[in-house]
């Protein structure tokens, strides 16, 4: 899905008041923010986190990578969506716009940590995909961890008009085309696609009883017929 379909979510969103956008991006961010310290505490114990090194792929308007400094970490976040951007570096986040997908994609690292709150299920073809794998192995320091969390099929799901999912778990929704938009992979599939991509499996666990809507219309939808979803630490297999 491209950077200019992201940036009009987030269009309006950039004339909020500042202090009511980072109450509201800090809330959002507190299960996340759990997520990743517990990762951090319970894989690299070691490391306080004054000199921890965390980078967030997909951070959209920035309220995890907020919190994540707040907690003392050197941050830095990276979108392909400038206006997201822009509104995260106003909240005070070292925010860059890169596409994670480019074959020269390069952000100043290396990273004790690479955070993935749902940026990964919105690559839905393998080129981009094995891109993205790459480029997180190239900016992992020696013993740096991936944590994440993504959206991953379950048999019952919900697909409302104008969205189709296919036989290879892409959701795809009608723009003036059809336009692929989520890869919902089978955690099994997912998980040897982890392994394909050169990463051990430090922790994976699937939840069925929290699903993630794949977009804001999906809001009200009973969770039971959401995507479900997959917590993930991975670190370098070499
Ligand atoms: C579903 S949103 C998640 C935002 C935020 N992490 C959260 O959990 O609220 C996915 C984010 O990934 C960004 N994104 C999608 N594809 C990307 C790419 N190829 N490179 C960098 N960012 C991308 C989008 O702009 C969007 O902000």
Redesign the pocket.
């Known amino acids: 899905?491209k950077?200019e379909l992201?940036d009009d979510a987030y269009r309006h969103h950039r004339q909020r008041p500042p202090e009511e956008l980072r109450g509201e991006l800090t809330r959002?961010a507190k299960r996340?923010t759990l997520w990743v310290r517990e990762s951090k505490d319970r894989f690299l114990p070691d490391i306080p986190w004054e000199r921890l090194r965390i980078l967030e792929?997909?951070?959209?308007m920035g309220?995890?990578a907020l919190e994540l400094a707040r907690m003392g970490a050197h941050t830095t976040m990276?979108?392909?969506?400038p206006g997201?951007v822009t509104i995260a570096r106003d909240l005070g986040v070292d925010a860059h716009v890169?596409?994670?997908?480019l074959p020269d994609a390069r952000v100043a690292g290396p990273f004790d940590v690479i955070v993935d709150?749902?940026?990964l299920h919105?690559?839905p073809t393998i080129p981009?995909r094995a891109s993205y794998f790459q480029f997180l192995r190239d900016h992992l320091a020696p013993g740096g961890i991936v944590v994440g969390e993504t959206m991953v099929h379950r048999k019952k799901m919900y697909v409302p008009l104008g969205w189709r999912l296919d036989d290879d778990g892409i959701l795809w929704q009608k723009f003036a085309d059809w336009v692929p938009v989520r890869r919902i992979s089978d955690s099994l599939v997912l998980e040897e696609e982890f392994r394909a991509a050169g990463f051990r499996i430090a922790y994976f666990y699937y939840y069925a009883n929290y699903g993630i809507a794949p977009s804001a219309e999906f809001w009200d939808i009973p969770v039971e017929v959401l995507p479900a979803s997959v917590r993930f630490v991975l670190s370098r297999a070499d």
Request: charged letters at 10%; glycine letters at 20%; one cysteine or more.
């Open positions: 899905m950077a992201y959002g996340a792929c997909g951070g959209g309220g995890l990276v979108d392909f969506a997201a890169l596409d994670v997908t709150s749902h940026l919105c690559l981009a």
